[in-house]
């Protein structure tokens, strides 16, 4: 079975040679960073075929250790990189967008201010258009109570496809996490959206194997079904080892089997964002 991380994020050590903004929306998940090397290690340790990573937002719109990544080792890595909708350069660019090294896809952040706003006042709207007709995938993290935005946004471009990091989930554990999850649940309605179930474990109180997520796994699985439902970890906040990221899905849910097991592991996510297998 084909094991894919839908979201790990590589990133580089703050230096005046390639400093980070100095306008930071959110802190790194650790305090060192976390190399292409390490990041490996840990999969073949684990047993992950592949991962697809995610540039994170505390290293500004960057894209340069992940093509990096993705050139070095193009079987292993590939990436759902950032680009800055404010910026006059960045229109047009969704054209030629997927001839990057590795590059599949577009990934935004606008879970808090001052990112919020590119989407909540629209300032990225002019995107949706150039992404759908370039068949350029997105990924995007939105707290649920602003899902109605991607409501709008899907029905809007139906050929856009629309990923939704870590099922809307941005704070809380266990029922305050989840309380506005059916807002998440009535997106997948919309044949153009998906979900991951990446990073569900930082979001409880529970530790390994995480009973309490069971119900939330299987309302995902219900609503989304295996095809547009995509494992994954944000490993470097995992919290439990990268082998128990991946068995609380093969061996923790007795209903996940098969070739729906197979999808949600890995062969989904491939699919819905063009990463030949």
Partial sequence: M??????VHIWGANTPERPWPA??????????????????????????????????SWEGERNDLAIAAAQAHPDRFAIMGRINPELPESRGRMKDWRRQPGMLGVRFVFHRSPLLELLTEGKADWLWAEAEAARVPVYMLVPHVHLHHVDRIARSYPALKLTMDHSGLVDGK???????FDKLLALAKHPNVATKVSCFPFFTTDSYPFRKLDSRIRQVYDAFGPKRMFWGTDLSRLPCTYRQGITLFTEELPWLKGQDLEYVMGRGVCEWLGWKH
């Fill in 2 to 7: 084909l094991i894919v991380d839908s979201q």
């Fill in 23 to 56: 306008r930071q929306a959110v802190k790194p998940q650790r305090d060192t960073p976390w190399t292409k090397d390490e990041l490996l290690g840990e999969m073949n340790a684990a047993g992950v075929d592949r991962v697809v990573i995610v540039p994170p």
């Fill in 174 to 180: 266990d029922d305050e996490a989840f309380k506005n």
